[in-house]
């Protein structure tokens, strides 16, 4: 009969536990009457787990290139069942008590999450560091982000439609792989749901393999980098907006504000401020178009709307006319230095023209080599049938990768035509 649910394990190193893990969840499947597997996803074992999960009823697959992530990666794809659900051979999730994530997933939903925080976290079964600190934040900012609505970003208990993660096309190597299945699921729109589980302390005798502060690291960073929005645009924003305004305010001439007079030295700090926000906004605006064209994120319309608006063409008039603004403020500033003949000028009426003509002329170049920049992204790869196809199948191959294939680059431009 057809596998209705494999329940896949992590391990590495774990002998004084997995194998009263593999018992656990066999007991679960004969229980609820389930027709399922248990594949333990060996990393490297060297203290005899692979033999343990065997004797205890486990199909053990090799994932020899290390890493949480690529674990997970080799069981998923070993598993035969419909659904999965993964969890750590700790010993501290209970496999005996998983009906409420199969009952999710027979009802429909595509990633059913554990949360530790609903369900109960016995003493000393996290770090203080990791309940207060670690979780709460990365999960309130994945949130925040995404949209999503899961309270739990990492906890290790989870159960998804097989088919419907394998499409999200995982690559996160290391612990961030529970990170980036959430976000994936969100951003695919996926039907995720959340039921309580609880936590208790693991039954090693060893040191966990998580690394409080590198893996906390690696989990930022990766929310980080699938939102350009938080990194780049919001931020570059901010800083253009503070930047333009003290700058138009301070090029009339000096502001006292409560005792404190602002001058050109603030003129040049907020030149400063707006050409690193519009480098900023112009990153996140390039790494979207960037991440969307090879897949990583789904099409955001209002990224694509401003790539159809500014062309090549047009942002190339657009850095054309801000570089002559500029050049014509440093010309000005120039006949001012020869009426004076080329000798000493006062910086606090020189700067106000030369500080806004010299970013005036950095964010032109800024934009020439964005516009550059964006259309060599916008590039499409257009893919012809496969060389081995058999006549009359290229409609059906196309696309699907299957034997060897040539890849042609064209323009947006050449395809819109």
């Known amino acids: 009969m057809p596998l209705e649910l494999t329940i896949v394990m992590p391990c590495l190193n774990e002998a ?29 074992s060297s203290d005899g787990s692979q033999e343990l999960a065997i004797a205890a009823g486990a199909r053990v697959v090799d994932a020899p290139a290390r890493g949480y992530g690529n674990a997970l990666i080799a069981g998923i ?3 035969q069942g419909q659904f999965v659900i993964m969890g750590d051979a700790d010993d501290s999730y209970d496999f005996t008590a998983l009906d409420s994530f199969v009952d999710e997933l027979r009802g429909g939903a595509e990633l059913v999450m554990g949360n530790r925080f609903r369900g109960g976290i016995a003493p ?23 949209g999503s609505d ?3 970003f990492h906890c290790g208990l989870r159960g998804f439609r097989r088919d419907a993660i394998l499409a999200l096309s995982l690559q996160s190597t290391g612990m961030e792989f529970a990170s980036e299945m959430v976000v994936k699921a969100t951003l695919a729109r996926l039907k995720v749901t959340e ?9 090693r005798s060893r040191p966990p393999h998580i690394r409080s502060w590198s893996d906390g690291w690696r989990h930022l960073r990766f929310l980080l980098l699938y939102s350009p929005r938080w990194m780049f645009l919001l931020p570059g924003m901010t800083l253009m907006v503070a930047g333009l305004v003290a700058g138009a305010v301070l090029t009339v001439g000096p502001v006292t504000l409560g005792g404190v007079t602002f001058d050109v030295d603030t003129l040049v700090a907020a030149g400063a401020a707006l050409v690193i926000g519009f480098q ?21 319309p209002h990224v694509e709307g401003l790539v159809r608006a500014v062309t090549l063409e047009r942002g190339l008039a657009i850095g054309a006319v801000t570089g002559a603004l500029g050049v014509a403020g440093l010309v000005s500033s120039l006949a001012h230095w020869h009426l004076h003949h080329f000798g000493q000028l006062d910086p ?4 106000r023209v030369v500080v806004p003509s010299a970013v005036a002329l950095v964010m032109s170049c800024e934009i020439v080599f964005a516009s550059f920049f ?3 992204l916008r590039i499409r790869r257009v893919r012809t049938s496969p060389l081995t196809a058999a006549p009359g199948d290229e409609s059906e191959n196309r696309g699907q990768g299957v034997g060897l294939e040539r890849t042609v680059r064209v323009p947006e431009e050449e395809r819109a035509r």
């Open 16 to 44: 004084e536990t997995v194998a009263a893990c593999v018992t656990k969840a066999h007991r679960f499947l004969d229980r609820r009457g389930i027709v399922g597997e248990v594949v333990v996803a060996d990393n490297g």
């Open 124 to 146: 000393g079964a996290m770090p203080a560091l990791h309940r207060y600190l670690g979780n709460p934040v990365l999960s309130a900012l994945g949130r925040r982000f995404f």
């Open 280 to 300: 900023a906004v112009l990153f996140g605006v390039l790494t979207k178009i960037y991440a969307v064209e090879e897949g990583f994120l789904p099409p955001d």
């Open 374 to 376: 964006a259309s060599v």
């Open 195 to 203: 039921v309580p589980t609880t936590l208790v302390p693991d039954g």
């Open 77 to 79: 794809r070993a598993a």
């Open 348 to 351: 606090r009426h020189s700067l």
């Open 150 to 152: 899961v309270g739990d």
